[in-house]
């Protein structure tokens, strides 16, 4: 598949983090000669947090770690690509727990200590057989690096997404990695797509399922693709303790503060890297609402207008239609004053007080239109509330990959 053209000029330089080994591995989950199984061990005493769809059709992936996720503790993370194994009822269940059990036996763990993760077609059970032949292709595999980990969970995406922050902690630095799959299907309810975040802080779990939590409300819970919310999102983070910090138990130690603002800023380049690979993405639209009733009520307008078909088309076409913008502002279903509100396109002002700015040169929004990077700005005039949400444009290319996804 082409690569984006939004997409970065390479893959990022990681560091590896402390007692997190990666691994990959052919299953075979569809007709391809690829790796499709990234296997990740992880040293005792790893905490984790995690967010899942909201979706009331979750694969009993997404199940499996609702469950596992409060325990606080894991010791390995499966993610297989091609097949999402969800509307597969209890064949689907016993594939998610075959493969925990085999997880578990080879490291001697309990099996509420394996993650797992699918993405791909929904309907298609996992076959137990190729998951069971391709663990044990991954337990003997060399260790690999973030940027092979990140190809081997990948679908249609065109490219692999991986991010890092560091942190201090006292005396003590912390790294973040993440690495990220999604291009389609991206509109989250929680979190989004399959996205894993790794880190060698020390950290209680309930304090960094708080974090995360935080951290997805103004980055993952704000970008959106197509308005489609999988039925297998998932970001777990995990935390191996490695790096010696005095351990983080409460937003008031030294150096949550810190280790917070890390993790947001590595959400938001991960949440970023999924729009910018959108299916069929010509721009990266950044949409900034203020003057709204409230932050949910801007973040809602927000959506309203990253997710009209007819905006994005017209991002698509570098047609500066700000009606469209006002279309999707009413239909929200948020508090709106007509005559109040203001739409700009960049730094220009194209509308304010219910009517298009008179006399306003069209040339540079021509100009920011026909950039990869679009800002549209709006004030609603009503309150303090602000939100900022990213989208992309929507161009043929994401008909053709979607009408031919299955083949």
Same mark, same amino acid.
């Given at each position: 598949?082409?690569?984006?053209?939004?997409?970065?000029?390479?893959?990022?330089?990681?560091?590896?983090?402390?007692?997190?080994?990666?691994?990959?591995?052919?299953?075979?989950?569809?007709?391809?000669?690829?790796?499709?199984?990234?296997?990740?061990?992880?040293?005792?005493?790893?905490?984790?947090?995690?967010?899942?769809?909201?979706?009331?059709?979750?694969?009993?992936?997404?199940?499996?770690?609702?469950?596992?996720?409060?325990?606080?503790?894991?010791?390995?993370?499966?993610?297989?690509?091609?097949?999402?194994?969800?509307?597969?009822?209890?064949?689907?269940?016993?594939?998610?727990?075959?493969?925990?059990?085999?997880?578990?036996?080879?490291?001697?763990?309990?099996?509420?200590?394996?993650?797992? !993760?699918?993405?791909?077609?929904?309907?298609?059970?996992?076959?137990?057989?190729?998951?069971?032949?391709?663990?044990?292709?991954?337990?003997?595999?060399?260790?690999?690096?973030?940027?092979?980990?990140?190809?081997?969970?990948?679908?249609?995406?065109?490219?692999?997404?991986?991010?890092?922050?560091?942190?201090?902690?006292?005396?003590?630095?912390?790294?973040?990695?993440?690495?990220?799959?999604? !291009?389609?299907?991206?509109?989250?309810?929680?979190?989004?797509?399959?996205?894993?975040?790794?880190?060698?802080?020390?950290?209680?779990?309930?304090?960094?399922?708080?974090?995360?939590?935080?951290?997805?409300?103004?980055?993952?819970?704000?970008?959106?693709?197509?308005?489609?919310?999988?039925? !297998?999102?998932?970001?777990?983070?995990?935390?191996?303790?490695?790096?010696?910090?005095?351990?983080?138990?409460?937003?008031?130690?030294?150096?949550?503060?810190?280790?917070?603002?890390?993790?947001?800023?590595?959400?938001?380049?991960?949440?970023?890297?999924?729009?910018?690979?959108?299916?069929?993405?010509?721009?990266?639209?950044?949409?900034?609402?203020?003057?709204?009733?409230?932050?949910?009520?801007?973040?809602?307008?927000?959506? !309203?207008?990253?997710?009209?078909?007819?905006?994005?088309?017209?991002?698509?076409?570098?047609?500066?239609?700000?009606?469209?913008?006002?279309?999707?502002?009413?239909?929200?279903?948020?508090?709106?004053?007509?005559?109040?509100?203001?739409?700009?396109?960049?730094?220009?002002?194209?509308?304010?007080?219910?009517?298009?700015?008179?006399?306003?040169?069209?040339?540079?929004?021509?100009?920011?239109?026909?950039?990869?990077d679009i800002e549209i700005g709006v004030d609603l005039g009503l309150g303090e509330g602000r939100a900022t949400v990213w989208t992309c444009d929507l161009t043929h290319g994401y008909i053709a990959i979607n009408a031919d996804y299955r083949s």
């Amino acid at each position: 598949m082409q690569r984006s053209p939004l997409a970065p000029a390479h893959f990022p330089v990681l560091p590896s983090i402390a007692g997190v080994t990666l691994r990959v591995a052919q299953a075979r989950y569809k007709e391809w000669d690829r790796c499709d199984l990234t296997y990740v061990e992880l040293d005792a005493g790893t905490a984790v947090a995690g967010l899942t769809t909201q979706s009331l059709c979750p694969s009993p992936e997404v199940e499996w770690c609702r469950d596992a996720i409060p325990l606080g503790s894991a010791r390995a993370l499966v993610v297989n690509a091609g097949n999402a194994n969800a509307f597969t009822g209890h064949r689907g269940r016993a594939a998610v727990e075959a493969i925990a059990a085999k997880v578990a036996n080879h490291l001697g763990c309990l099996p509420s200590d394996v993650l797992v !993760s699918s993405t791909g077609v929904i309907g298609v059970p996992l076959p137990i057989d190729k998951a069971e032949a391709g663990l044990e292709a991954a337990f003997v595999a060399e260790p690999c690096g973030w940027e092979a980990a990140a190809t081997t969970i990948g679908t249609t995406d065109t490219y692999a997404k991986g991010a890092h922050a560091s942190a201090m902690i006292g005396d003590t630095r912390v790294e973040l990695v993440g690495i990220i799959k999604g !291009s389609g299907m991206i509109a989250p309810d929680m979190a989004t797509m399959l996205g894993y975040i790794f880190t060698d802080a020390a950290i209680d779990p309930a304090l960094l399922q708080q974090m995360l939590s935080a951290a997805n409300k103004r980055t993952f819970s704000c970008i959106t693709v197509d308005s489609d919310t999988s039925t !297998s999102d998932t970001v777990l983070a995990f935390a191996t303790g490695k790096a010696g910090n005095a351990p983080l138990t409460s937003m008031d130690d030294a150096g949550a503060d810190a280790f917070q603002a890390a993790l947001s800023d590595i959400c938001r380049q991960l949440a970023h890297l999924v729009v910018r690979d959108g299916e069929g993405a010509t721009k990266f639209v950044e949409i900034s609402v203020e003057g709204a009733a409230s932050d949910e009520s801007a973040h809602r307008i927000g959506l !309203s207008i990253a997710n009209s078909p007819l905006v994005k088309t017209a991002l698509a076409g570098e047609d500066a239609n700000w009606g469209r913008v006002v279309m999707a502002i009413g239909k929200a279903g948020e508090p709106a004053d007509r005559d109040l509100l203001s739409i700009r396109f960049g730094a220009t002002q194209v509308a304010t007080g219910g009517l298009a700015v008179e006399g306003y040169d069209e040339a540079p929004v021509a100009a920011h239109l026909k950039g990869q990077d679009i800002e549209i700005g709006v004030d609603l005039g009503l309150g303090e509330g602000r939100a900022t949400v990213w989208t992309c444009d929507l161009t043929h290319g994401y008909i053709a990959i979607n009408a031919d996804y299955r083949s």
